[in-house]
């Protein structure tokens, strides 16, 4: 692969991980909010447990990215 065509796909993929952590971010905002809440008919306690899933894994991955950034300074 090209030096030219790596940009390309380096910045394609960073454009594509911020689309998705926005969307996921708006789904975190909405959860605490509790904008699902009370809709059964639309199954929105699961969405409210996929939302609480979603806080507490990026919660988890910013802890290990941080350890491990820690222990790379020593």
């Given at each position: ?34 904008m699902f809440?009370?809709?059964s ?18 919660g ?15």
């Amino acid at each position: 692969m090209t030096q030219h065509a790596h940009g390309i796909r380096r910045r394609l993929v960073r454009a594509v991980l911020t689309v998705v952590g926005a969307i996921g971010g708006l789904f975190c905002y909405f959860v605490c909010q509790g904008m699902f809440s009370g809709y059964s008919k639309y199954h929105s306690r699961l969405l409210s447990i996929m939302g609480l899933a979603l806080i507490v894994l990026t919660g988890g991955v910013a802890w290990l990215v941080d350890e491990h950034r820690m222990h790379d300074d020593k």
